[in-house]
T-cell receptor, first 116, second 112 residues
Framework: NAGVTQTPKFRVLKTGQSMTLLCAQDMNHEYMYWYRQDPGMGLRLIHY???????AKGEVPDGYNVSRLKKQNFLLGLESAAPSQTSVYFCASSSIVRQGGSQPQHFGDGTRLSIL | GENVEQHPSTLSVQEGDSAVIKCTYS??????FPWYKQELGKRPQLIIDIRSNVGEKKDQRIAVTLNKTAKHFSLHITETQPEDSAVYFCAPRVGSNYQLIWGAGTKLIIKP
């Protein structure tokens, strides 16, 4: 049982290049999230999904796109990378959230992305 | 939108002493209050959470208290140990939109 797996772990891109970050979870969770974490800051939500085939914007969605074609996978795409997107990207998943209920999020190990 | 602040930003305590980190939020609709621990270079991990209908919750050396009237909740760690050194984040949830709003983090340093 691997939990949440992110690939790749590290990547260096040049400005304008594109790439896709993959997140896979084996816990049968309905909800999945993509965050970015910049030095000295908390996590900021980029996009999230509450089920297969659905996605929604978070706090900082500009410059990113996502897809959830399969329940276990959540892809984050950068169409034209910019230096401001240099960050550590975390994927997380959680089971169905009931009104007022707990929402433990399980995180992957992160992807360290540098844009030159 | 929700405004979340953590205090202090850095906390240094002697091993064996207690540590308290406070998180204030602005949206009265917040209904779920977790604390996450992130060790250097690692993933965030949930250490304790509390729901809005509960005032306090304890798990061994860790406790969380909630004051909904004042809109703050606190993390309490007793008998601190070296392995408690990490950055701690609060991340209250607003309403039913599944989004956690993360604080900037508190770096806890345990002095031997």
């Amino acid at each position: 049982n691997a939990g949440v797996t992110q690939t790749p772990k590290f990547r260096v891109l040049k400005t304008g290049q594109s790439m896709t970050l993959l997140c896979a979870q084996d816990m049968n969770h309905e909800y999945m999230y993509w965050y970015r974490q910049d030095p000295g800051m908390g996590l900021r939500l980029i996009h999230y999904s509450v089920g297969e085939g659905t996605t929604a914007k978070g706090e900082v969605p500009d410059g990113y796109n996502v897809s959830r074609l399969k329940k276990q996978n959540f892809l984050l795409g950068l169409e034209s990378a910019a230096p401001s997107q240099t960050s550590v990207y975390f994927c997380a998943s959680s089971s169905i959230v009931r009104q007022g209920g707990s929402q433990p999020q399980h995180f992957g190990d992160g992807t360290r992305l540098s844009i030159l | 939108g929700e405004n979340v602040e953590q205090h202090p930003s850095t906390l240094s305590v002697q091993e064996g002493d207690s540590a308290v980190i406070k998180c204030t939020y602005s949206d009265s609709a917040s209904n779920y209050f977790p604390w996450y621990k992130q060790e250097l270079g690692k993933r965030p991990q949930l250490i304790i959470d509390i729901r809005s209908n509960v005032g306090e919750k304890k798990d061994q050396r860790i406790a969380v208290t909630l004051n909904k009237t004042a809109k703050h909740f606190s993390l309490h760690i007793t008998e601190t140990q070296p392995e408690d050194s990490a950055v701690y984040f609060c991340a209250p949830r607003v309403g039913s939109n599944y989004q956690l709003i993360w604080g900037a983090g508190t770096k806890l340093i345990i002095k031997p």
